[in-house]
């Protein structure tokens, strides 16, 4: 169960941390087009999933509950915020910046919860935090500008992550309804673009064609892969296996994009590494501790 778990898991991740390589492909498409097209298909394959499993019961509950509804319109824009910045971070050569988000989104999340959800912080989440705001500050320095991708990323994903995890519904029921919700935008968008003649789809090659469409199992694939991950092996090898995505990511940046990432921008990066070193740490120490009061 266990291995099975990590298998699962750390799938998800690669599969996350290769998204820039699909993402590029798709260059000749507008940021804006690629993110209705992903809206539009993940709700095709979502419902095709839920068919074969014959798993649409919960729908007619979730139609009575307009705070549930509300709660997931707001966790969809949410997550179409935090898609439109990562499609247009790739295709605008800024891969770095967007593995920095995810770099950070843990630290943001810890925040969130502290902020939010009156969580207490131990003294090295604390810790952490701090030297994440230290890198944080030192790249906006160096770069004569905040480095709004990152933290854009980070807030809209930690975000969406705090309304995901007070929601009722699963993973895929849970994406499967956001999806639904952003269907009529999506499809009213693009509409409006073939109308304007702003559409790149008709006129793409078919291999571009074929790959815009599979951006619905490309969304849903590595999500499913996590929830099964997920229930299977404890957060604290979760929470190390997420560093997988962003790490891919930026290799990707630095070795096959050849995007610069100098000196100065390393040690901001380091800070951000040390940050996460603390939090994992102060995780698996706590784990351990609580571990041994069970036992």
Known sequence: MMRKG?????TSYILWGLFPLYFKALHEFAPIEILLHRMLWSLVFLS?????????????????????????????????????????????????????GYFMTPLVNVLLGFL?????????????????????????????????IGLSLALTFGSYGLLRKTAKLGALEGLSLETLLLFP???????????????????????????????????????LLF???????????????QYISPSLQLILGVWLFKEPFNGDRLLGFIAIWA??????????????IMAKQRG
């Not at 709660?71 to 247009?88: D, Q, R, V």
């Not at 099964?228 to 929470?239: D, E, K, N």
């Not at 940050?275 to 351990?288: D, I, K």
Request: glycine content about 8%; charged content about 10%; aromatic content about 10%.
């Open 6 to 10: 990590i298998l699962f898991a750390s």
């Open 185 to 223: 935008v999506a499809a009213a968008y693009l509409a409006l673009l073939a109308n304007q003649g702003q559409s790149h789809f008709a006129g793409a090659s078919t291999s571009s064609q074929l790959l815009l469409l599979a951006a619905g199992p490309i969304t849903a694939i590595p999500l």
């Open 48 to 100: 095709i999933v839920l068919s074969i499993r014959k798993q649409w019961s919960w729908l007619r509950g979730v139609m009575r509950q307009p705070r549930l509804i509300a709660g997931f319109a707001a966790s969809a824009l949410l997550l179409s915020g935090n898609w439109f910045i990562y499609i247009w971070s790739i295709n605008n050569g800024r891969v770095i910046d967007s593995s920095l």
């Open 116 to 148: 939010l959800l009156q969580e207490r912080l131990r003294p090295g989440q604390w810790l952490s935090v701090a030297i994440a705001a230290c890198g944080v500050l030192w790249l906006t320095v160096q770069a004569g500008h905040v480095p709004w």
């Open 275 to 288: 940050a996460l070193a603390v939090y994992s740490l102060e995780g698996l120490r706590q784990s351990f």
């Open 227 to 241: 929830a099964a991950g997920a229930r299977r092996i404890p957060m604290s090898t979760l929470g190390l296996l």
